[in-house]
């Protein structure tokens, strides 16, 4: 994952902020350089495009989700239920990749 530019003597952010469904999520960008996460994202990508069967390789995206929320993870979740308190696992994507697209831009 390629990190913010650094533009000549001034250092690049350790974080950024995405405003999810009126959340401020602060992102460490520190989380992108750690192999826990690359393996979770490798895993969840097989199972997409069907190269992983194993259905635990899946749910690694919750893992993803816990990790890039931090500690909003329960307030961006509470932005996407339903009326009967569901959280639809497309709108939980549709975060994370608007955080994913912000946050990492050129990865």
């Known amino acids: 994952m390629s990190q913010p530019k650094q533009t000549k003597g001034i250092p690049a952010p350790q974080t950024v902020t995405v405003d999810v469904n009126g959340v401020t999520v602060t992102v460490d960008l520190k989380a992108f350089d750690d192999w826990t996460f690359l393996d979770d994202l490798s895993r ?10 194993d259905v635990g390789d899946q749910l690694r995206v919750v893992n993803i989700v816990r990790r890039i929320f931090g500690k909003q993870y329960r307030a961006v979740l509470a932005t996407l239920a339903d009326d009967e ?9 549709d975060a994370l ?3 994913l697209s912000t946050a990492a831009p050129n990865s």
């Not at 969840?44 to 069967?53: D, K």
């Not at 569901?86 to 939980?92: A, F, H, S, W």
């Open 44 to 53: 969840v990508e097989a199972a997409g495009t069907g190269e992983s069967t």
């Open 85 to 93: 308190g569901r959280i639809p696992v497309q709108g939980v994507m």
């Open 97 to 99: 990749t608007k955080v």
